[in-house]
């Protein structure tokens, strides 16, 4: 079992991320690039580089080669580490590819995930796994240290077009003076909770930055699709579509849909 020692779970309950010393293996690492440019390539017209989707629904069959976002996803190194923060029983419920373009990659705001997440009790992590040499120059993400035991913070609107979300927390809420740069090499990754304040600058750079986004929530939380506000979450797919995968043990709750949206998600890749 991949494991984090008590001092480094400690770190974690207290500063609401950690960055696990694990590293994806270099060949999946490389599959999982040439994954994203073919993404990119093959949504361009649909989504976003920034945001795209669900990509371990994507068919790979015509390249050859089988999904490496879903390899990466149902990774034993990866589940280990989440078992130690969530539990043993695991649920994946979305995965995200951002991507950032050199030079017209876009700002995220500060704002804390578990604004937008319908799942009760709110409990989930982000694994966020670097595909590219992500740096303070081609926009790294920035978490506020501790910030995730105050609760959630009263988010605004906004109507910025060069904002990837549309909801961003009040500038008095938070001292960004505390911000820790997330740096990373190509297949580290970070962890992070659910309602840390995090955010990244625009990605002004010649690089690329570009990341895998894996989202787990305990089997024991319940992902209800009828808490899902369309009206605040503007966004370019819809989070009662999420297809919720069991990973490992069993759907404690008894409460989850472990079975709708999979054939939507199929079907809309297969086209593409």
């Known amino acids: 079992m991949t494991k984090m020692s008590n001092e480094q779970l400690a770190y974690y309950k207290e500063n609401g991320y950690i960055f696990p010393d694990f590293k994806l293996p270099d060949d999946l690492t490389h599959r999982l690039q040439s994954g994203i440019d073919s993404a990119i390539q093959r949504l361009g017209d649909k989504f976003k580089p920034e945001d795209i989707p669900n990509p371990h629904f994507l068919d790979f069959s015509s390249e050859g080669v089988s999904n ?16 130690q923060i969530i539990g043993p029983d695991i649920i994946l419920w979305i995965a995200r590819v951002f991507c950032k373009p050199s030079i017209t990659g876009r700002e995220v705001p500060w704002h804390q995930d578990g604004e937008y997440w319908p799942m009760r009790p709110l409990e989930t992590c982000t ?14 993400m920035r978490f506020i240290p501790g910030s995730h035991d105050a609760g959630l913070y009263r988010h605004h609107m ?45 990605n002004t750079s010649a690089s690329r930055r570009a990341a895998l986004v894996l989202r787990y929530m305990p089997a024991s939380s319940h992902y209800d699709r009828s808490l899902v ?9 819809n989070l009662t579509e999420q297809p919720l995968m069991l990973m490992r043990g069993s759907d404690v709750s008894g409460k989850n849909d472990l079975v709708s949206h999979h054939d939507y998600w199929k079907e809309r890749y297969s086209k593409v």
């Open 158 to 202: 906004s109507d910025r077009k060069d904002l990837v979300l549309n909801l961003e927390l009040d500038d008095d809420q938070f001292d960004e003076s505390k911000a820790v740069n997330v740096e990373l090499a190509p297949g580290a990754i970070s962890i992070h909770h659910v309602k840390i304040i995090h955010g990244s600058h625009a």
């Open 68 to 83: 490496p976002f879903m390899e990466v996803a149902s990774h034993p190194g990866i589940l280990d580490l989440v078992e």
């Open 127 to 140: 694994v966020w796994i670097a595909l590219d040499e992500v740096t303070t120059k081609n926009g790294c």
């Open 229 to 237: 506000n369309h009206d605040r979450f503007k966004s370019p797919f």
